[in-house]
């Protein structure tokens, strides 16, 4: 039983547009969630998260909303820049006991230039 | 500031074997999460370390066990290893009480 789900394998995405990110999730005892970003050949780098008290979290380029009737997270970058390809996941938990991540499986984000 | 590192980069064993892979924390982070991540799925967490002992586990046989050091350095261990353990394996440390991980660059284990 996938909890948190990426339906998008892939997104392209013409530079200086927005991407949008999609992820939903199905536990509703999660109440924090983050979303990474991935290269090859390393390890997933933190962007931005959100706790479940918010509806939306700014950082610079990065925006996260959270929908939680819907149970449905987007991440939107603005501008898209074509540093910004790479895997993206989303990653939701409990703050209660163990903080473990409960991952997607992924959207490959291609930024055309 | 030094980020999480991981040691090996890349591990080759063959079915049956034991591994021992490493992991040092963030400097001021006191609790370590281990996690296997298959070719073309997310990271699945394995267990989670905190004053040298395990806070949670995820559905992981017995034959993955871990370590965490006074330093809040760690280890994963995984014995008897499957073809099926081929993956990359990433650690990530957190101090207690705060949510987000931050994840080191991982090992990459082959199996044959």
């Known amino acids: 039983d996938q909890q948190v789900k990426q339906n998008s394998p892939s997104l392209s995405v013409q530079e200086g547009r927005i991407s949008i990110l999609n992820c939903d999730y199905t536990?509703?005892?999660?109440?924090?969630f983050l979303w990474y970003k991935k290269y090859p050949a390393e390890g997933p780098t933190f962007l931005i998260s959100?706790?479940?008290?918010?509806d939306k979290n700014e950082d610079g380029r990065f925006t996260v909303f959270l929908n939680k009737s819907a149970k449905h997270l987007s991440l939107h970058i603005v501008p898209s820049q074509p540093g910004d390809s790479a895997v993206y996941f989303c990653a939701a938990t409990g703050t209660s006991g163990t903080y473990k991540y409960i991952f997607g499986t992924g959207t490959r984000l291609k930024v055309l230039a | 500031e030094t980020g999480v590192t991981q040691s090996p980069t890349h591990l080759i064993k063959t079915r049956g074997q034991q591994v021992t892979l490493r992991c040092s924390s963030q400097?001021?982070?006191?609790?370590v999460s281990w996690y296997q991540q298959a070719l073309g799925q997310g990271p699945q967490f394995i267990f989670q370390y905190y004053r040298e002992e395990e806070n949670g586990r995820g559905n992981f046989p017995p034959r993955f066990s871990g370590l965490q050091f006074p330093n809040y350095s760690s280890e994963l261990n995984v014995n008897a290893l499957e073809l099926d353990d081929s993956a990359l394996y990433l650690c990530?440390?957190?101090?207690?009480?705060?949510?987000?991980?931050?994840f080191g660059p991982g090992t990459r284990l082959l199996v044959l």
């Open positions: 400097s001021g982070h006191n609790t």
């Open positions: 959100i706790s479940s008290i918010k």
């Open positions: 536990n509703s005892m999660f109440d924090y």
């Open positions: 990530a440390s957190s101090l207690r009480g705060f949510e987000t991980q931050y």
